[in-house]
Protein backbone atom coordinates (compact mmCIF):
# COMPACT_ATOMS: atom_id res chain seq x y z
CA UNK A 1 0.00 0.00 0.00
CA UNK A 2 1.49 3.21 -0.69
CA UNK A 3 1.88 5.63 2.11
CA UNK A 4 0.42 9.04 1.86
CA UNK A 5 2.48 12.15 1.21
CA UNK A 6 2.22 14.95 3.72
CA UNK A 7 0.41 18.18 2.11
CA UNK A 8 3.15 20.02 3.22
CA UNK A 9 6.29 18.50 1.24
CA UNK A 10 4.38 18.74 -2.01
CA UNK A 11 6.09 21.14 -4.55
CA UNK A 12 9.48 21.01 -2.00
CA UNK A 13 12.02 19.18 -4.78
CA UNK A 14 10.79 21.42 -8.39
CA UNK A 15 10.87 24.74 -6.19
CA UNK A 16 14.52 23.49 -5.11
CA UNK A 17 15.48 22.50 -8.61
CA UNK A 18 13.85 26.05 -9.82
CA UNK A 19 16.52 27.73 -7.30
CA UNK A 20 19.29 25.80 -8.92
CA UNK A 21 18.26 26.57 -12.11
CA UNK A 22 18.03 29.81 -11.83
CA UNK A 23 21.83 29.82 -9.65
CA UNK A 24 22.63 27.71 -12.98
CA UNK A 25 21.58 30.55 -14.93
CA UNK A 26 23.43 33.18 -13.49
CA UNK A 27 26.70 30.95 -13.32
CA UNK A 28 26.54 30.29 -16.96
CA UNK A 29 25.88 33.79 -17.76
CA UNK A 30 28.88 34.78 -15.39
CA UNK A 31 31.16 32.57 -17.41
CA UNK A 32 29.92 32.96 -20.74
CA UNK A 33 30.46 36.97 -20.43
CA UNK A 34 33.98 36.62 -18.75
CA UNK A 35 34.91 33.89 -20.95
CA UNK A 36 34.35 36.49 -23.59
CA UNK A 37 36.65 38.94 -21.77
CA UNK A 38 39.65 35.95 -21.59
CA UNK A 39 39.50 34.97 -24.69
CA UNK A 40 39.92 39.25 -25.93
CA UNK A 41 42.69 38.90 -23.11
CA UNK A 42 44.39 36.32 -25.02
CA UNK A 43 43.75 37.49 -27.91
CA UNK A 44 45.60 40.78 -27.30
CA UNK A 45 48.55 38.36 -25.77
CA UNK A 46 48.70 36.92 -28.80
CA UNK A 47 49.55 40.08 -31.11
CA UNK A 48 51.93 41.87 -28.01
CA UNK A 49 54.14 38.23 -28.54
CA UNK A 50 54.11 38.77 -32.32
CA UNK A 51 54.82 42.00 -32.19
CA UNK A 52 57.87 41.56 -29.56
CA UNK A 53 59.31 38.68 -31.61
CA UNK A 54 59.17 41.32 -34.78
CA UNK A 55 61.08 43.71 -32.39
CA UNK A 56 63.33 41.05 -31.20
CA UNK A 57 64.05 39.84 -34.38
CA UNK A 58 65.10 43.44 -35.77
CA UNK A 59 68.16 42.90 -33.06
CA UNK A 60 70.58 41.33 -35.38
CA UNK A 61 74.22 41.78 -35.19
CA UNK A 62 74.59 43.28 -38.88
CA UNK A 63 78.56 43.04 -38.37
CA UNK A 64 78.75 39.57 -37.78
CA UNK A 65 76.15 39.06 -40.57
CA UNK A 66 78.45 40.83 -43.28
CA UNK A 67 81.47 39.26 -42.00
CA UNK A 68 80.43 35.15 -41.86
CA UNK A 69 77.03 35.50 -43.44
CA UNK A 70 75.71 34.26 -39.82
CA UNK A 71 72.41 35.36 -38.73
CA UNK A 72 72.67 35.96 -34.76
CA UNK A 73 70.64 38.52 -32.92
CA UNK A 74 72.21 40.42 -29.96
CA UNK A 75 70.22 38.29 -26.96
CA UNK A 76 70.17 41.09 -24.42
CA UNK A 77 69.19 43.78 -26.74
CA UNK A 78 66.11 41.07 -28.50
CA UNK A 79 64.93 41.44 -24.36
CA UNK A 80 65.25 44.64 -23.77
CA UNK A 81 62.87 45.10 -27.17
CA UNK A 82 60.34 42.07 -26.38
CA UNK A 83 60.11 43.41 -23.02
CA UNK A 84 59.16 46.82 -23.67
CA UNK A 85 57.09 46.05 -26.77
CA UNK A 86 55.43 43.54 -24.87
CA UNK A 87 55.09 45.18 -21.48
CA UNK A 88 53.40 48.55 -23.02
CA UNK A 89 50.42 45.61 -23.39
CA UNK A 90 50.77 44.31 -20.14
CA UNK A 91 52.66 41.11 -21.04
CA UNK A 92 55.72 39.33 -19.32
CA UNK A 93 58.28 38.07 -21.54
CA UNK A 94 58.67 34.17 -20.60
CA UNK A 95 61.21 33.15 -23.04
CA UNK A 96 63.01 33.71 -25.81
CA UNK A 97 65.29 31.99 -28.48
CA UNK A 98 65.99 31.17 -32.26
CA UNK A 99 64.91 27.96 -33.48
CA UNK A 100 64.11 26.88 -37.43
CA UNK A 101 60.71 26.69 -38.62
CA UNK A 102 59.39 23.93 -41.24
CA UNK A 103 61.17 25.15 -43.85
CA UNK A 104 64.58 25.40 -42.08
CA UNK A 105 64.75 29.27 -41.93
CA UNK A 106 65.98 31.13 -38.58
CA UNK A 107 62.87 31.98 -36.49
CA UNK A 108 63.03 33.80 -33.14
CA UNK A 109 60.47 32.87 -30.81
CA UNK A 110 58.87 35.09 -28.27
CA UNK A 111 56.64 33.58 -25.28
CA UNK A 112 54.56 35.91 -22.97
CA UNK A 113 52.54 35.40 -20.13
CA UNK A 114 49.78 37.90 -18.58
CA UNK A 115 47.34 37.53 -15.40
CA UNK A 116 44.08 38.25 -17.30
CA UNK A 117 40.57 39.99 -15.78
CA UNK A 118 37.94 38.12 -15.57
CA UNK A 119 35.28 40.40 -14.85
CA UNK A 120 32.22 38.54 -13.28
CA UNK A 121 28.88 40.04 -13.46
CA UNK A 122 29.37 43.04 -15.25
CA UNK A 123 32.28 43.68 -12.90
CA UNK A 124 30.41 42.84 -9.44
CA UNK A 125 33.21 40.26 -9.05
CA UNK A 126 36.65 41.27 -10.79
CA UNK A 127 38.32 37.92 -10.49
CA UNK A 128 42.32 37.87 -11.41
CA UNK A 129 42.90 34.17 -11.77
CA UNK A 130 43.71 33.14 -15.02
CA UNK A 131 47.23 33.68 -16.59
CA UNK A 132 47.30 33.42 -19.95
CA UNK A 133 50.40 32.41 -22.23
CA UNK A 134 50.95 33.22 -25.67
CA UNK A 135 53.64 32.30 -27.96
CA UNK A 136 54.64 34.59 -31.37
CA UNK A 137 57.45 34.29 -33.81
CA UNK A 138 59.33 36.39 -36.27
CA UNK A 139 61.84 35.54 -39.07
CA UNK A 140 65.16 36.57 -39.02
CA UNK A 141 65.83 38.16 -42.14
CA UNK A 142 68.99 40.76 -42.46
CA UNK A 143 68.50 43.63 -44.42
CA UNK A 144 70.76 43.60 -47.25
CA UNK B 1 -2.44 12.62 -9.04
CA UNK B 2 -4.41 15.70 -9.54
CA UNK B 3 -3.14 17.46 -6.94
CA UNK B 4 0.88 17.46 -9.32
CA UNK B 5 -0.57 18.20 -11.96
CA UNK B 6 1.62 21.14 -13.29
CA UNK B 7 4.35 21.36 -10.43
CA UNK B 8 6.86 21.04 -12.47
CA UNK B 9 5.38 23.10 -15.03
CA UNK B 10 5.82 26.35 -13.20
CA UNK B 11 9.35 26.41 -12.18
CA UNK B 12 10.21 25.55 -15.86
CA UNK B 13 8.33 28.93 -16.83
CA UNK B 14 9.99 31.14 -14.21
CA UNK B 15 13.47 29.73 -15.29
CA UNK B 16 12.61 30.28 -18.80
CA UNK B 17 11.41 33.89 -17.72
CA UNK B 18 14.92 34.87 -15.70
CA UNK B 19 16.52 33.05 -18.87
CA UNK B 20 14.94 35.59 -21.46
CA UNK B 21 15.36 38.67 -19.27
CA UNK B 22 19.21 37.62 -18.75
CA UNK B 23 19.62 37.17 -22.71
CA UNK B 24 19.65 40.73 -23.73
CA UNK B 25 22.54 41.13 -20.74
CA UNK B 26 24.43 38.33 -22.52
CA UNK B 27 24.03 40.06 -25.95
CA UNK B 28 25.02 43.47 -25.08
CA UNK B 29 27.75 42.36 -22.60
CA UNK B 30 29.44 40.82 -25.52
CA UNK B 31 30.41 44.17 -26.88
CA UNK B 32 32.74 45.20 -24.39
CA UNK B 33 35.48 42.25 -25.26
CA UNK B 34 34.31 42.34 -29.06
CA UNK B 35 35.27 46.32 -28.75
CA UNK B 36 38.73 45.78 -26.72
CA UNK B 37 39.52 43.46 -29.52
CA UNK B 38 38.31 45.70 -32.03
CA UNK B 39 40.36 48.63 -30.28
CA UNK B 40 43.17 46.64 -29.50
CA UNK B 41 43.74 45.59 -33.33
CA UNK B 42 43.00 49.08 -34.47
CA UNK B 43 46.17 50.30 -32.14
CA UNK B 44 48.45 47.67 -34.03
CA UNK B 45 47.58 48.29 -37.11
CA UNK B 46 48.17 52.19 -36.40
CA UNK B 47 51.47 50.75 -34.72
CA UNK B 48 52.56 48.95 -37.53
CA UNK B 49 51.53 51.23 -40.05
CA UNK B 50 53.80 54.42 -37.83
CA UNK B 51 56.28 51.82 -37.76
CA UNK B 52 56.89 51.86 -41.51
CA UNK B 53 57.03 55.68 -41.52
CA UNK B 54 60.69 57.28 -41.95
CA UNK B 55 60.39 60.18 -39.89
CA UNK B 56 58.50 60.64 -36.60
CA UNK B 57 56.32 63.45 -37.84
CA UNK B 58 55.36 60.72 -40.77
CA UNK B 59 54.66 57.86 -38.38
CA UNK B 60 52.85 60.18 -36.16
CA UNK B 61 50.23 61.16 -38.68
CA UNK B 62 49.70 57.75 -40.22
CA UNK B 63 49.13 56.41 -37.26
CA UNK B 64 46.42 58.58 -36.69
CA UNK B 65 44.89 58.13 -39.63
CA UNK B 66 45.39 54.23 -39.58
CA UNK B 67 43.54 54.60 -36.45
CA UNK B 68 40.65 56.72 -37.11
CA UNK B 69 39.89 54.44 -40.20
CA UNK B 70 39.79 51.38 -38.64
CA UNK B 71 37.92 53.30 -35.00
CA UNK B 72 35.40 54.24 -37.37
CA UNK B 73 34.18 50.10 -38.04
CA UNK B 74 34.70 49.73 -34.77
CA UNK B 75 31.94 49.45 -32.20
CA UNK B 76 33.16 52.58 -30.71
CA UNK B 77 30.58 55.26 -29.58
CA UNK B 78 31.07 57.89 -32.24
CA UNK B 79 33.21 61.07 -31.08
CA UNK B 80 34.48 58.99 -27.77
CA UNK B 81 37.61 57.99 -29.80
CA UNK B 82 41.18 59.40 -28.73
CA UNK B 83 44.38 58.57 -30.19
CA UNK B 84 47.61 58.91 -28.76
CA UNK B 85 51.10 58.44 -30.28
CA UNK B 86 54.11 58.54 -29.04
CA UNK B 87 57.27 58.84 -31.43
CA UNK B 88 59.73 60.03 -28.49
CA UNK B 89 61.70 56.78 -28.86
CA UNK B 90 61.60 56.81 -32.79
CA UNK B 91 65.42 56.40 -33.72
CA UNK B 92 66.85 53.23 -33.07
CA UNK B 93 70.63 53.58 -31.85
CA UNK B 94 73.61 51.32 -32.15
CA UNK B 95 74.56 49.02 -29.26
CA UNK B 96 78.30 49.03 -28.63
CA UNK B 97 78.59 45.22 -29.80
CA UNK B 98 77.64 45.99 -33.54
CA UNK B 99 73.78 45.16 -33.05
CA UNK B 100 71.03 47.82 -34.09
CA UNK B 101 68.64 48.71 -31.18
CA UNK B 102 65.45 49.24 -32.84
CA UNK B 103 63.55 52.53 -32.24
CA UNK B 104 60.10 52.22 -30.73
CA UNK B 105 56.16 53.70 -31.51
CA UNK B 106 53.58 53.47 -29.10
CA UNK B 107 49.88 53.88 -29.78
CA UNK B 108 47.37 54.18 -26.98
CA UNK B 109 43.72 54.02 -27.70
CA UNK B 110 40.72 54.48 -25.81
CA UNK B 111 37.05 54.75 -26.83
CA UNK B 112 33.55 54.42 -25.12
CA UNK B 113 31.50 51.13 -26.27
CA UNK B 114 27.57 51.80 -26.26
CA UNK B 115 25.76 49.91 -24.08
CA UNK B 116 23.01 48.23 -25.51
CA UNK B 117 24.01 48.84 -28.86
CA UNK B 118 22.42 45.79 -30.19
CA UNK B 119 19.84 45.66 -27.42
CA UNK B 120 18.61 48.49 -25.36
CA UNK B 121 19.49 46.92 -21.64
CA UNK B 122 17.74 48.97 -18.93
CA UNK B 123 20.67 50.26 -15.77
CA UNK B 124 23.69 49.44 -18.00
CA UNK B 125 26.14 51.48 -18.76
CA UNK B 126 28.87 52.65 -21.38
CA UNK B 127 32.20 50.85 -20.60
CA UNK B 128 35.45 52.63 -21.40
CA UNK B 129 37.83 50.65 -22.78
CA UNK B 130 41.67 51.71 -23.53
CA UNK B 131 44.67 49.55 -24.92
CA UNK B 132 48.24 50.57 -25.37
CA UNK B 133 50.30 48.86 -27.99
CA UNK B 134 54.11 49.40 -29.22
CA UNK B 135 55.88 48.36 -31.70
CA UNK B 136 59.39 48.12 -32.93
CA UNK B 137 60.83 50.53 -35.52
CA UNK B 138 63.02 48.54 -37.95
CA UNK B 139 66.44 50.74 -38.37
CA UNK B 140 66.68 49.56 -41.83
CA UNK B 141 63.20 50.45 -43.47
CA UNK B 142 64.53 53.26 -45.21
CA UNK B 143 66.93 51.60 -47.09
CA UNK B 144 64.22 49.27 -48.27
CA UNK B 145 61.30 50.91 -48.45
CA UNK B 146 61.69 53.85 -51.01
Not at chain 1, 61 to 87: F, N, W
Not at chain 1, 92 to 121: C, F, Q, W
Request: glycine share 8%.
Amino acid sequence: MRASRSHDDRGDITIGTMWLGVVLIFFLFAMLVGGGFLRAQGDQSDRSARRAARGAAMTIDVDVYRSSGEVLIDKTAALEVAQAVAGRSGDSIENLYVTKDDAGRDVVVVEVSRRARMPVLGGVLPVELVTIHRRGAARLEPAT
Amino acid sequence: MRDDRGSATVPLLLLGIVLILLAPFAVAASDVPLGLTEVDAAAGGAARVAAAERSPDEARAAAQRAASELLRRSRCKEGTSVVDVDVSAFEGERTPNGSRRPGMVSVRVECTIPAGRRVPVPGMTDSLVRVEVAEAVDPFRASNAR
